[in-house]
């Protein structure tokens, strides 16, 4: 890494929902540089990958993600980060990827990393290299992606009620959102929501429905975040 020559890597925003909170995946870095400290996942590019499968291939690693078939979830390119001293070790070029998963196992530590653990992304220690500033973009990418598509619906089981998409929504924006609102604006919207002959009983009131995912992608109009929001944290 001399000279003019750049050294390509990838790092991964591996985001999640766990306990109606929106967590990132962490590592312990097991190396020098910032030995010891916490860092989002990622390596070098092997001279016979491709950006795409150095990303999937280091998210099967630390999270057991069979990346040979299609990813339940989201993942896409982010950005690329190439300031001069982003690395102590010479001139990096670090491609961003936001993964965008449900169901996420607890990690094993792949590569060099010691450890690794999910961190609710309001809780992150200082990451090392520039991590905290590709975490902020992989926060907010994932948010918006909940602003005018369908995912948010992946994260609830097969079938689910109003209430269990509207969690996602407040894990993911760091926001509360009215009850009323939020279920006319998700029931009206053409092919988000399919309701079922199922109803939830056994609680007060009148009993909520159960719904499953609807065959639409994307949200038209879109749910926007700021006719919604009354708190949000950026990482």
Not at 1 to 11: D, E, P
Not at 85 to 94: E, Q
Not at 121 to 135: C, G, K, N, T
């Amino acid at each position: 890494m001399r000279g003019n020559l750049f050294a390509v890597a990838v790092n991964l925003v591996v985001l999640t929902v766990r306990s109606d909170r929106l967590h990132v995946l962490l590592i312990e870095r097991g190396e020098p540089p910032f030995l010891g400290e916490w860092a989002l996942p990622g390596g070098f590019v092997r001279p016979d990958e491709d950006l795409v499968h150095t990303a999937g291939r280091r998210l099967g690693e630390e999270t057991g993600a069979d990346t040979g078939h299609a990813v339940v979830g989201h993942l896409e390119q982010l950005a690329s980060y190439a300031a001069p001293d982003r690395d102590p070790r010479g001139r990096v070029l670090s491609v961003g990827y936001l993964a965008f998963l449900p169901d996420m196992p607890e990690p094993t530590p792949g590569g060099s990393a010691v450890a690794s653990a999910w961190w609710p992304v309001d809780e992150v220690p200082p990451p090392a290299f520039d991590h905290r500033r590709i975490l902020a973009d992989g926060v907010e990418r994932a948010r918006s992606k909940l602003e005018y598509t369908t995912l948010a619906a992946s994260f609830c089981p097969t079938q689910f009620t109003v209430t269990d998409l509207r969690r996602v929504y407040e894990a993911v924006w760091d926001a509360s959102l009215d009850p009323r609102n939020f279920q006319r604006k998700v029931t009206s919207t053409e092919g988000f929501l399919v309701p079922t002959t199922t109803l939830v009983t056994g609680g007060r009131g009148r009993p909520p429905r159960l719904f499953r995912r609807g065959d639409a992608t994307a949200l038209h109009p879109p749910m926007l975040r700021d006719s919604h929001r009354v708190s949000t944290r950026t990482p």
